[in-house]
């Protein structure tokens, strides 16, 4: 692309490219034809365009070989590793929650301690811990509360799960993610 050629050392240039390349190239499968979101667990991989995937992590590779890591390579990397996995079970967790740790690094917010939590979240107790300490700084956020019911939910937890849920559709206006939500509640 024009930037990268015009910016060939810069890696964090490198790694916002090969981000924004990995959303798109993921972009057909997030969506259902009704409109409502697929989450990644669903998605069908086959529609992801794997060209752009491989373009993608030619450039963040680029970005790595220069040796400056950054908040926007760490954030494509975190995408590669969920990209180039053959299925949602197929995920290598362990090196998705430390390049989250590297991330933290780089952009100790809460948001980004929210999706760690996530990452730990195939073991939903261990998440359900990672959460707790970001209740407090996290409550108006209602992607917060959706991901701690889902957690509640695998953990065996339905009625926390639904409480969870409706403060997560309380904060919500967006039409997919209320789907989403009520779905869930239903």
Do not use: C, K
């Not at 992801?48 to 970005?63: G, T």
């Not at 362990?94 to 740790?101: G, L, R, T």
């Amino acid at each position: 692309s024009l930037l990268a050629r015009l910016m060939p050392d810069e890696p964090e240039v490198l790694g916002l490219l090969a981000l924004m390349r990995l959303h798109l190239a993921r972009a057909d499968a997030r969506f259902a034809p009704d409109g409502s979101l697929v989450l990644l667990r669903d998605q069908d991989r086959s529609r992801w365009d794997a060209e752009a995937i491989r373009a993608a992590v030619e450039l963040l590779a680029r970005a790595e070989r220069i040796g400056q890591p950054g908040p926007y390579q760490l954030q494509a990397a975190i995408i590669a590793t969920h990209a180039l996995a053959p299925s949602w079970e197929q995920t290598p967790w362990a090196a998705i929650v430390a390049e989250y740790d590297a991330l933290l690094g780089f952009q100790p917010t809460p948001v980004v301690e929210l999706n760690r939590a996530l990452a730990v979240a195939e073991r939903p107790a261990a998440a359900l811990g990672a959460l707790a300490p970001l209740a407090d700084r996290l409550d108006g956020y209602h992607l917060f509360h959706a991901a701690r019911g889902e957690l509640l939910r695998r953990a065996g937890d339905a009625e926390g799960a639904r409480a969870a849920n409706r403060r997560a559709l309380e904060l919500t206006a967006n039409p997919a993610e209320r789907r989403l939500i009520e779905e869930r509640l239903a």
